[in-house]
């Protein structure tokens, strides 16, 4: 600028500019595409599951059916994704809503209820409508009956219990009933519940913050539901815990070159590891889930580098966004249709792969694809103004979505209260 002697003088003005936004950025659009991805891959393992033999009953062409076979084998270790990133985001719902002073027992059960039940109940009623018809049309008895070995069917006829759909109804399944008709996929739901209870009791517990006599009571009934979960959902709640240790440790920061690479070669890796113990004998169980817990760590902490702006209209952000939007419908839904569709199609029995089934295979994809997509309009889209609805009826206080919108702000300061 000039000076009074003519002089100019060069003045360097440093303007702040704010943090983009988790839910803007992205690595968000990247978690929507792990979510979304990890649904379709627990979708086709069960499809593939239903109509096409194992691969080693394959007698010819088998190397070149090889790569399918094992992208369409590890729907669990998608399940494992699923519970590190519902971590990440619930712990924080739990963690913002403390920090903005707006923490209610009240809101937080009713947004999860809200959140599970508007998917489940219709997925539960709509189970009990296709298991039926297709025991009652009778082209598949042996199917219905888990006598098809699928890996996936029990004896239909006797999951169809009230007490079952009650108990699913009330994530007590695989604790006190089991998974309700010939809908498998149900059994995570009943993990996802008690995490959303076991957190919440675990940090008013530990947190210093919280009076004595809360403390204790929530130290009490955390300790209460631990036992009662004990044992596959109890084991598996520190996959959980993983997604709150990734929300709480500092997000990396890299140049934007050396995080574009450090990004391809964390997703190459993660995905040889992650269909490797989809598909490998040697370790099995507990020890594979944490392995990949641990492994999916590391990589969602490499994403969370992408802190830059999404932009809304591109094609690639549409698409995540579309495909996780209705991945919990997807995952509720999927399995009695493609049950049903199997036993109009295939009877007792299954596909050898050859092209003509395999264009077969891909028409049914589509249509339960279609399907879900159609439900979740009518459902899992209409969360928030369900939930709204809900909390005027109970004349319930509707505080700002405590959902993450900078998922390490202020987290260290949360850790210490």
């Known amino acids: ?25 992205n690595a968000s659009v990247l978690f929507d595409l792990l979510r979304g991805v990890a649904a379709l891959l627990v979708f086709f393992e069960h499809g593939r599951n239903l109509f096409f033999l194992d691969y080693p009953d394959l007698t010819s062409h088998r190397l070149l059916f090889a790569i ?75 199917l219905y009956r888990g006598e098809v070995n699928n890996h996936m069917l029990g004896n239909v006829t006797q999951l169809l219990s009230p007490s079952a759909f009650f108990g699913n109804l009330f994530f007590v399944q695989a604790i006190m009933v089991p998974v309700f008709g010939s809908n498998g996929a149900l059994w995570s739901l009943a993990n996802e519940f008690w995490y959303y209870i076991l957190f919440p009791l675990g940090y008013f517990t530990l947190r210093r913050a919280t009076p004595p006599l809360q403390r204790l009571i929530c130290g009490l009934l955390f300790l209460a539901t631990a036992w009662f979960v004990r044992g596959g959902i109890l084991n598996a709640f520190p996959v959980w815990l993983t997604g709150t240790v990734l929300l709480l440790v500092r997000p990396p920061h890299f140049s934007a070159a050396l995080a574009r690479h450090l990004r391809l070669l964390a997703a190459c890796s993660y995905a040889l590891l992650f269909f490797f113990l989809g598909k490998t004998h040697w370790i099995t169980g507990l020890l594979s889930d944490y392995i990949l817990t641990a492994a999916t760590f590391g ?119």
Not at 74 to 86: C, R, T
Not at 119 to 142: E, S
Not at 347 to 371: E, F, Q
């Open 299 to 417: 990589f969602l902490w490499i994403l969370l580098s992408a802190n830059g702006r999404a932009v809304p209209a591109a094609t690639a952000v549409v698409a995540s966004r579309e495909t996780a939007r209705f991945s919990y419908t997807l995952y509720a839904v999927h399995t009695p249709l493609l049950v049903f569709i199997a036993s109009l199609v295939l009877g007792d029995t299954r596909w050898v792969p050859t092209p003509t089934h395999i264009a077969s295979a891909l028409a049914i994809a589509c249509i339960t694809l279609g399907y879900a997509f159609g439900l979740a309009s009518f459902t899992e889209f209409r969360t928030d103004s369900i939930r709204r609805f809900i909390e005027r009826f109970l004349h319930l206080p509707d505080p700002p979505s405590a959902l993450p919108s900078n998922p390490n702000a202020s987290t260290s300061q949360i850790a210490q209260k």
């Open 68 to 142: 399918p076979y094992v992208l369409s084998g590890a729907g669990h270790q998608a399940v494992v994704v699923f519970f590190v990133l519902s971590g990440f985001f619930i712990s924080g719902t739990v963690f913002r809503a403390v920090e903005r002073d707006q923490w209610l027992w009240t809101d937080y059960l009713t947004r999860r209820f809200v959140r599970l039940w508007v998917v489940l109940l219709p997925a539960l009623l709509l189970c009990l409508f296709w298991d039926k018809l297709g025991i009652h049309l009778g082209h598949a008895p042996a």
């Open 1 to 25: 600028m000039p000076t009074p002697n003519g002089k100019i003088l060069n003045k360097q003005v440093t303007v702040a500019v704010a943090p983009v936004r988790f839910v803007d950025s």
